[in-house]
């Protein structure tokens, strides 16, 4: 595996921790504050997350085999 879709694959690894502990915080008992703030970074860290899926996909298309 390239050194390239490495880094991608634990970068994508980070961010999924992340989002989940935003996860967590709007399974909570609702405090608007908190949870329009954990909303927004949930929503920036999934896209985030896609861009990262599409480059892990792009990578792993155009590396060598074995």
């Given at each position: 595996m390239s050194e390239r879709l490495e880094t991608l694959k634990k970068a994508r690894e980070r961010m999924?921790?992340?989002?989940d502990a935003h996860a967590k915080v709007l399974a909570l008992p609702f405090d608007r504050d908190k949870a329009e703030r954990a909303r927004n970074k949930f929503i920036e860290i999934q896209v985030?997350?896609?861009?990262?899926?599409?480059?892990?996909?792009?990578?792993?298309?155009?590396?060598?085999?074995?």
């Open positions: 999924t921790e992340d989002r985030l997350i896609d861009a990262l899926d599409r480059a892990i996909n792009g990578e792993a298309a155009i590396a060598p085999a074995g």
